[in-house]
């Protein structure tokens, strides 16, 4: 009896182990929810401030306000758990202009995975539109990634938001 409870014991406190290591190992390799939201913020307000020559050095043509829904899925490094890591940012996004329809359904938008280069100036990377685009996502996402940059945003609460703030640029428009 003393031998099968011993092992029962120690057969728990083996199991525990092994589920604390497979936890911390995951979560080490998944940004954390705060550095995904300081992510998101950062490269929001890096597409958002972009002047219109840096737009159409990434495809886009217009020159009316942005307003964007970023969600990060990765970073370079891989395993950064601060903001000050991080040097490439990998997420979706959909930027909204506001000067063609007030409505946000009837708007001009781009979206996609892009990759967000944090530093002085930043660097904003998105793959052309067109036949080829997945291989050419594949090239600017890293391999781990690929699987996420090829989905669609997986919480609606970015677009929401951006939505809400589009709403609000709108009715700070001067009127026509």
Known sequence: MIRTRRGLVAAIITLAGLTLAGVMFFSARQPSSQLNQE??????LILEQASPGEHHAHGHSFDSRVVC??????????????LVQVRWVYAR??????????????????SGPIAVKISIPPEVRVPAPGAGYPDRVRQLIPARYH??????FSDDAAIDAARERFGQAIAEQPKK
């Open 147 to 152: 699987e996420q940059a090829l989905a669609e």
């Open 93 to 110: 996004h959909m930027c909204a202009v506001t000067g063609q329809s007030t409505d946000w359904a009837e708007s001009v938008r781009a």
């Open 69 to 82: 829904a970023v969600e990060p899925f990765g970073t370079e490094p891989a395993d950064a758990t601060s």
């Open 39 to 44: 992510l998101a913020a950062q490269v929001t």
